[in-house]
């Protein structure tokens, strides 16, 4: 796959814009922005951004940036239904973060139950967002 | 052509796989058990459970809307409620090996987190304006139909099966 760079401070995905792409990173740190509000900061290879815009085929719901030089391989979005391997990839992801969402999810009723206060119950809620968020990548398979 | 194909295409798909049925009360998955098989619901109803308390009951799937049933070793047991038909399918090679099936199954669960982002936007609103817990809990539990077994479309939170385990 081709490999794009952005530089420190760059924004890689506009939130708002689509675009046809998928963007794997391959080495640097970016932050992941949603309303003005850092949801993640992402170091780890292979991490993916711009599948859940391919797959709905709507604008990125967040903006992505670089914190230091980073580096992307890129694919089009078609690459999913001509690459098994890539698919797969991407779907274990989305599945996964699926399945840790929820369980993040549960994590909150817990806290609201046990009458937690809103900044408590509000941090659990920003795992949920992450996760929901950003595409991160599959431990298992980069 | 549309990345993700329409659901009649998948439905032709799954047309090719073997059938499976299971009578009312019979066990159609159970904890911890693994066969590598993924089913997708094609008829009937069946109930998912936790140590033995209902968490979702999942019925015959609307148009478009596909039940998933994925096994491995998972915390839930999975009932018929009645006569129920699936299409058995090997987890691995269907999934690894079929963009369209892998392309389908990715698109609902991008559709259903997506939906969940809308929520919790709403859920933040709620938290931030000091909204009393009893009305935060109705937001969470939105949240928790779309992205927990009841969700409608694929059905059970034990996908993905993990390639890998």
Do not use: C
Request: without cysteine; glycine residues 8%.
């Amino acid at each position: 796959m081709p490999v794009v760079k952005h530089r420190a401070r760059e924004v890689v995905l506009t939130a708002g814009l689509k675009t046809d792409g998928l963007l794997f990173l391959r080495s640097g740190t970016v932050e992941v922005v949603k309303d003005g509000v850092q949801i993640a900061s992402v170091n780890a290879p292979g991490s993916v951004f711009g599948e859940l815009a391919v797959l709905l085929d709507q604008p990125h719901m967040a903006e992505v940036r670089a914190l230091e030089p980073s580096e992307f391989y890129v694919a089009e979005s078609a690459i999913l239904a001509s690459d098994p391997t890539v698919a797969h990839y991407v779907a274990a992801i989305l599945a996964r973060r699926l399945d840790a969402a929820n369980r993040w999810l549960a994590a909150v009723k817990r806290r609201i139950q046990a009458g937690d206060p809103p900044n408590v119950i509000g941090k659990a809620v920003e795992k949920v967002e992450e996760l929901i968020s950003y595409g991160g990548r599959d431990p298992t398979g980069w | 052509m549309p990345l993700i194909p329409d659901s009649a295409v998948f439905q032709r798909r799954l047309g090719a796989l073997p059938l499976a049925t299971y009578q009312a009360g019979e066990n159609v998955l159970t904890t911890g058990s693994r066969t590598g098989q993924l089913l997708i619901l094609k008829k009937g109803a069946v109930s998912i459970s936790k140590e033995a308390v209902e968490i979702a009951k999942v019925a015959e799937p609307g148009a478009g809307e596909i039940s998933a049933l994925l096994d491995q070793p998972h915390t839930a047991d999975v009932r018929a409620l009645e006569s129920s038909e699936f299409y058995v399918a090997d987890a691995a090679s269907l999934l690894v090996q079929d963009p369209v099936v892998l392309l389908y199954v990715s698109a609902i669960v991008a559709q259903r987190l997506n939906r969940a982002n809308q929520v919790l936007i709403e859920l933040k609103s709620q938290i931030h304006a000091g909204q009393p817990p009893s009305e935060i809990g109705k937001t969470v539990e939105k949240i928790e139909e779309l992205l927990g077994p009841s969700g409608g479309n694929l059905a059970y939170a034990g996908y993905p099966y993990d390639p890998f385990a």
